[in-house]
C-alpha cells in the first residue's frame, strides 16, 4: 500500500538549500516516517500523518547541494521503502512544445560526426544530470487537477534512456553543471504542439476573453472520449479505403513496376490526396559495405512506409520526424535494387522537403538517389480531417501541470510559441498571463528564462517575425531572461537539431538572471533618429556588426519596405536613407533570418527587431 508519486523516487534530484516535499499514499490516518541518510550517516528523520485519503507529505529540511548521493527511508507501520542515488542540486522545471520535447535522440546527424551524439559516442555519460518526464495526459474537465504524478520516471543522462531526454534540457543543464558543478534536475512537462493556451486552466480562458464557444464544447464530460472514438472511426475508415483502392503494392513490391511518371527529388506533388507510390532503381557496387547501412530521406509530407527489395525497412507516421532508417543485413545486394515509397498525402499537397539529403549511407560511403524516380497514384481519395490533436488545444494540459506547482525549482525555462505564430499579436497577452498565473500559482515570483524562436522558412507569411518581436517585448517583464536563438534554425525543419547551441544560450541567461545577480535583458535597440537622410540606431550595449547586411536592414515607408544599408558608429549603426524618413525600420525581419549581422559583447546575436523612427 505504501507510495510515493511517481517523481519522488530513487535517483531524482532535490532542489538545494530549500524544503522539499516528499508525497506519496498509504493508509488513511497512519503515521509516515521519513530518514534521511547521507555519507553513511542519520541526517535528518521527520514524520507526519497521512489524511483521510492516505494521502501525505513530509517535509525534509534545507539539504545544501553536493554531487553526494542520499538515501530516504520512508516506512508506514510494517511498510517501508528506501529511495537510492538521491541528490541535492538545482532543479528546473522545462515546458514548452516540441522543440523543447525533442530527445537527443532526434538531433543525430548522420553526415556530420563531430557534432553532438552523431560519431561513436552517442549518449550523453554525466550521472550529475537527470530528467524526470511528466506524463502527457490531455484533459479539459473545467476545475479539475492532479495533484500528484502517477506516472514519469528519473533518469540520469548515463542511464540508457538517456536518448529519450530533452535535448535542450540537456545541453541547458550541462553547461550549467561544468560551469557550478552542482547537480541539475529537469523536470519536464512539455508537449509537442502545444500552445501556450494549453498550460491554462479554463476560468483564466474566461478572463482572457474568446474562448467561450470553445470551452462550452468541450469542457461537457466525455467530449474528449466521444471524439477520439468518432476520429479513430473516420480514419480508419479513409485508410482501409486507400488499401482496398491501392491495387500497386503488390505489383511494386514483387518488382513488377508499372510505368509510372518521371520525377527527381525533390518531389511534390499538388492538388492531390490519397496514396502515391514512388520508386527507384540503383546499383550497389561490388565493395560496398552493407553492415550498417542506412536509408535517408529528409522528411517527407504526410506519411510513408520504405522498402528496398520488397522487404519494409521503415515507416513513419507523420511529416516531422527525419527519415533515418536502418537496412537490415541480408537487403542490399550488390547489383541492382529497387527502393519503393508508399506515401499518403491528406492534404492536399505533400512529398519529399527541399533542402534534404536521400541516400543509402554506410560509413563514408554514399548512394545519391535524387534522380531519376518514378511515380504513379494508387488511389486519390478527398482531404483526411485528421484526428483531433488534444495537446494542441486550449485548457488540455492545465490539469497534468498542477503538480509542478507544489515542487520547489530554481527556474522555469520556456521553449513554446510556434503554435502561437497564427495569432502572433495576441501572444503578448498570453504569455504575460501565463507567467503571472504560474508565479501566482507557485507563490514566488520564480525566474523565468523563455527562448526566441529561431529561423524556419516554410511559411508564407511573416508571423514567426511578428512573434519573435512579441518575444522581444515580452523581456519586459521582471525576473525574465529570453535566448537569441536565430542561426540555430533550418529553414526547412520546423524541429532542427542544433540543441547544443540553444542549451547553452538558454544557460547563458540562467548564469546572469539566476546566479550572477546581473541584468540579464538582451540587447535591444532603444532608439531610431532621423536626421538628414541618415537614421543613427542606438543600442542598450554595444553591438558589433558583421559582413554585408544590405538584406538585413529594412526601412519601413507607407509604400512598402527597402532595404538599407547599414554602417557601424560610435556607440551604434548608422543608415542612409536617400529616399526621406520612414517610418520604422527593421532588423532580420523574415521567418529565416540563418545568418546574424548584429551580436553583442559576448559574442550573442542580437534579437531581430522593429523599431518606430523619431526625428
Not at 534536475?185 to 483564466?204: D, Q, R, W, Y
Request: glycine share 10%; charged share 25%.
Amino acid at each position: 500500500m505504501l507510495h510515493t508519486d511517481a517523481d519522488i523516487a530513487s535517483g531524482m534530484v532535490l532542489q538545494r538549500d530549500t524544503e522539499n516535499s516528499l508525497t506519496g499514499c498509504t493508509e488513511p490516518g497512519a503515521e509516515v516516517c521519513a530518514k534521511l541518510t547521507g555519507n553513511g550517516k542519520e541526517t535528518v528523520s521527520v514524520s507526519t500523518s497521512a489524511d483521510s485519503r492516505g494521502r501525505f507529505s513530509i517535509s525534509l529540511p534545507p539539504v545544501p547541494g553536493s554531487t553526494e548521493a542520499y538515501e530516504i527511508e520512508i516506512s508506514s507501520g510494517d511498510e517501508q521503502l528506501t529511495l537510492t542515488d538521491v541528490l541535492f542540486g538545482d532543479v528546473f522545471h522545462i515546458t514548452g512544445q516540441s522543440n523543447m520535447e525533442l530527445p537527443i535522440h532526434r538531433i543525430y546527424d548522420p553526415f556530420d560526426s563531430s557534432k553532438p551524439f552523431s560519431g561513436k559516442k552517442r549518449l550523453p555519460d554525466c550521472p550529475y544530470i537527470r530528467e524526470f518526464r511528466a506524463p502527457i495526459l490531455c484533459c479539459f474537465g473545467a476545475g479539475t487537477e492532479y495533484d500528484h504524478w502517477e506516472q514519469g520516471k528519473w533518469f540520469a543522462s548515463n542511464d540508457p534512456q538517456a536518448a529519450d531526454m530533452s535535448a535542450v534540457g540537456y545541453f541547458f543543464a550541462s553547461e550549467l553543471f561544468d560551469r557550478f558543478g552542482i547537480p541539475i534536475g529537469l523536470v519536464n512537462t512539455s508537449a509537442g504542439g502545444a500552445p501556450i493556451e494549453a498550460f491554462l486552466p479554463a476560468e483564466e480562458l474566461e478572463a482572457l476573453g474568446g474562448y467561450e464557444d470553445f470551452l462550452s464544447k468541450v469542457t461537457v464530460p466525455g467530449w474528449m472520449e466521444d471524439t477520439a472514438r468518432e476520429d479513430e472511426k473516420r480514419c480508419g475508415e479513409y485508410y482501409t479505403e486507400l488499401d482496398r483502392k491501392d491495387t500497386l503494392a503488390d505489383r511494386i513490391l514483387a518488382g513488377d513496376l508499372p510505368e509510372g511518371e518521371r520525377c527527381d527529388l525533390p518531389f511534390r506533388k499538388t492538388d492531390f490526396s490519397g496514396r502515391l507510390w514512388l520508386w527507384k532503381e540503383f546499383d550497389l557496387p561490388d565493395d560496398f559495405d552493407t553492415d550498417g547501412a542506412m536509408l535517408i530521406l529528409g522528411t517527407l509530407t504526410d506519411s510513408d512506409r520504405a522498402y528496398i527489395n520488397g522487404i519494409q525497412t521503415g515507416e513513419t507516421g507523420y511529416m516531422y520526424p527525419p527519415r533515418y532508417y536502418p537496412i537490415e543485413k541480408g537487403v542490399l545486394r550488390c547489383g541492382r535494387n529497387l527502393l519503393a515509397v508508399r506515401l499518403d498525402i491528406y492534404g492536399g499537397q505533400g512529398g519529399f522537403t527541399e533542402g534534404k539529403r536521400w541516400c543509402i549511407k554506410s560509413g563514408d560511403r554514399i548512394i545519391d538517389l535524387s534522380g531519376d524516380w518514378r511515380c504513379a497514384e494508387a488511389a486519390r481519395a478527398d482531404s483526411l480531417v485528421q484526428g483531433t490533436f488534444f495537446q494542441g488545444l486550449p485548457l488540455s494540459l492545465y490539469a497534468v501541470s498542477v503538480p509542478a506547482y507544489r515542487k520547489k525549482f530554481r527556474g522555469l525555462v520556456i521553449y513554446q510559441g510556434e503554435s502561437n505564430c497564427h495569432n502572433a499579436h495576441r501572444y503578448k497577452k498570453l504569455f504575460t498571463r501565463f507567467i503571472s498565473f504560474y508565479r501566482e500559482r507557485y507563490g514566488c515570483e520564480l525566474p523565468v528564462i523563455f527562448t526566441q524562436l529561431p529561423e524556419f522558412a516554410f511559411m508564407n507569411d511573416d508571423s514567426w517575425a511578428v512573434l519573435r518581436q512579441v518575444q522581444l517585448e515580452c523581456t519586459g517583464l521582471p525576473g525574465t531572461a529570453m535566448a537569441v536563438t536565430i542561426g540555430t534554425g533550418e529553414w526547412n525543419d520546423l524541429h532542427p537539431i542544433n540543441k547544443w547551441d540553444v542549451g547553452r544560450r538558454l544557460a547563458f541567461c540562467a548564469g546572469k538572471l539566476i546566479y550572477g545577480q546581473t541584468d540579464a535583458a538582451p540587447v535591444r535597440c532603444i532608439s531610431a533618429v532621423y536626421k538628414d537622410g541618415i537614421i543613427t540606431l542606438t543600442f542598450s550595449e554595444g553591438v558589433t556588426l558583421t559582413g554585408e547586411c544590405e538584406d538585413y536592414f529594412e526601412a519601413v515607408f507607407p509604400h512598402g519596405t527597402e532595404a538599407v544599408k547599414a554602417e557601424s558608429c560610435e556607440g551604434g549603426i548608422v543608415l542612409r536613407l536617400p529616399a526621406g524618413k520612414p517610418e520604422a525600420i527593421r532588423y532580420a525581419w523574415r521567418t529565416s533570418p540563418d545568418k546574424p549581422r548584429l551580436f553583442d559583447k559576448e559574442g550573442l546575436p542580437v534579437s531581430p527587431f522593429r523599431i518606430t523612427v523619431a526625428g
